[in-house]
């Protein structure tokens, strides 16, 4: 009953910026989590960067610095910034989220479809 919908993927050259959004909708009581999550070729999925209650944030050592996440609660969206992107941040980008239904107040994690991120000169 909930949908995350991800868009602001693309090709862009070492140095370069992009911002990612995810959008969710549906029956939405309260989202207590949202984040991203990559997986390039041949590796396994890795925790990007997540906000939690409260405006905490956590990333991963290799985007430190360069990458931000920030929410908007009123449009329950996330984005992720991504600054002075490299070769090796190509993957495809998912979004993530904790989401307490509207009708039961049950947490469920829900998935973005993913979005093709590549930085190529």
């Known amino acids: 009953q909930v949908q995350l919908a991800e868009s602001g993927g693309g090709l862009v050259q070492p140095g370069g910026s992009l911002r990612l959004s995810c959008a969710a909708s549906?029956?939405?009581?309260?989202?207590?989590?949202m984040g991203w999550y990559r997986q390039a070729p041949d590796k396994q999925r890795e925790l990007v960067a997540v906000?939690?209650?409260?405006?905490?944030?956590n990333y991963v050592d290799s985007v430190k610095g360069r990458f931000t996440i920030s929410r908007d609660n009123a449009k329950d969206t996330v984005y992720l910034e991504m600054n002075s992107l490299k070769p090796e941040d190509t993957a495809v980008y998912y979004c993530?989220?904790?989401?307490?239904?509207?009708?039961?107040?049950?947490?469920?994690?829900?998935w973005g479809q993913g979005t093709q991120v590549t930085v190529s000169s």
């Open positions: 993530n989220a904790v989401v307490r239904s509207g009708w039961g107040h049950a947490a469920y994690t829900y």
């Open positions: 906000m939690l209650s409260r405006g905490s944030t």
């Open positions: 549906g029956s939405i009581f309260r989202i207590d989590a």
